[in-house]
């Protein structure tokens, strides 16, 4: 876990990138791609669904991101606008497929009703990389059982690697409920996964 | 505490945690997402992304990216100075050459651009300005492209 000086230094490195990407140095933006790219894949992975889909459609975000540079505001984090961008790329994908997988809330409607898209297809996940793979299959199960609010910042905390202040940002929620939420989901997965996971209760 | 993993865990919250099962359970839980977050993107994808990548829109707005096209359309005027005319051949080439002959010979006489334009314009030069327009945007493309084949190298 990222502790807040961390987190700061890290966003100063990716304001002294842009810094040297505007002044003409634009081989540093591939210092943000192999930053980025990984955890932005696994978060459109969690939207469409499909990983073929997720890695052109992350291209195309920093596609994006690059024509929008000059745009970009540096009193937000550069790795929260990069996911609102990847965020609606993906979204956009979606719309034009239709029927489209999604295991992430799209917001509300014109009537004010929440609109959801269920995952048809899981796809692959930071978990396939857990050696234990009925633990991996459990949480995986578990975390698809989540109410999509709780899901989306479990991705975006843990299989993305956001930090709280981060994710705070992105889904524009108060620092407190972003963190009440994420104890609200560690709590349920802990009572759902309890077995498993007492065979790792000695793990630091 | 736990939840937010920062820093020592004091050691009272250490011996609790030691007893309570289900705060073991939920440490358990953090460290298993902890060794899960992704890493860094390989060379490969960098590489593909990059290549991707447009010009940069904020160049466009620089002096300098006028150059080529300035380069291309100096050469294009000068290899029409030197040629003596429009390098065509036959009849239309002929006509040509003498239409672009007269046509510096107007833009001497006038010494004004904006007289030369007009002047071009009356004489019905079109065509003439029609080709110096193919030759400056050929040339500046011949030179973009050869400024960044020199980049890659």
């Not at chain 1, 917001?107 to 009703?113: A, P, R, T, V």
């Not at chain 2, 030197?82 to 010979?105: H, I, K, N």
């Not at chain 2, 001497?108 to 003439?128: C, E, F, N, P």
């Amino acid at each position: 876990m990222r502790s807040r000086d961390t987190l700061r230094a890290v966003v100063e490195d990716d304001s002294d990138v842009l810094r040297r990407v505007r002044a003409g140095d634009e081989a540093a933006f591939g210092t943000l791609i192999r930053r980025y790219e990984p955890k932005l894949r696994v978060y459109v992975m969690q939207i469409v669904g499909i990983d073929e889909e997720a890695r052109d459609l992350v291209q195309e975000a920093f596609i994006r991101a690059w024509r929008h540079l000059d745009t970009y505001d540096s009193t937000f984090r550069f790795s929260t606008w990069l996911f609102r961008i990847a965020h609606n790329v993906a979204i956009d994908s979606l719309r034009r497929r239709r029927h489209g997988t999604i295991s992430l809330e799209l917001g509300e409607d014109g009537d004010g009703d929440e609109q959801r898209i269920d995952p048809a297809d899981p796809g692959r996940t930071p978990l396939d990389a857990l050696a234990n793979r009925e633990l991996a299959d459990a949480l995986a199960r578990e975390i698809g059982r989540l109410a999509p609010a709780y899901r989306e910042l479990i991705v975006l905390r843990h299989f993305s690697g956001l930090a709280y202040s981060e994710i705070a940002e992105l889904k524009n929620l108060p620092l407190g409920t972003v963190k009440n939420k994420l104890f609200r989901a560690h709590s349920v997965l802990r009572e759902v996964l309890g077995s498993y996971l007492g065979q790792l209760g000695g793990l630091k | 505490m736990i939840e937010d993993g920062r820093g020592p865990v004091a050691s009272d919250l250490e011996a609790h945690v030691a007893r309570c099962a289900g705060c073991r359970a939920h440490r358990a839980l953090l460290t298993l997402f902890a060794g899960i977050a992704p890493g860094e993107a390989d060379d490969a994808t960098v590489a593909r992304i990059t290549a991707a990548l447009p010009k940069a829109p904020w160049r466009r707005h620089s002096l300098w990216s006028w150059l080529p096209l300035g380069i291309g359309a100096a050469a294009a005027g000068l290899g029409l100075v030197l040629l003596g005319g429009v390098p065509a051949g036959g009849a239309v080439g002929g006509f040509l050459g003498w239409l672009a002959s007269w046509t510096l010979d107007s833009l001497a006489a006038v010494r004004g651009s904006s007289d030369a334009m007009r002047t071009l314009v009356t004489a019905g030069s079109g065509w003439l300005l029609a080709w110096l327009a193919i030759v400056a945007l050929g040339g500046s493309w011949a030179v973009t492209a050869l400024l960044r084949r020199g980049g890659r190298g």
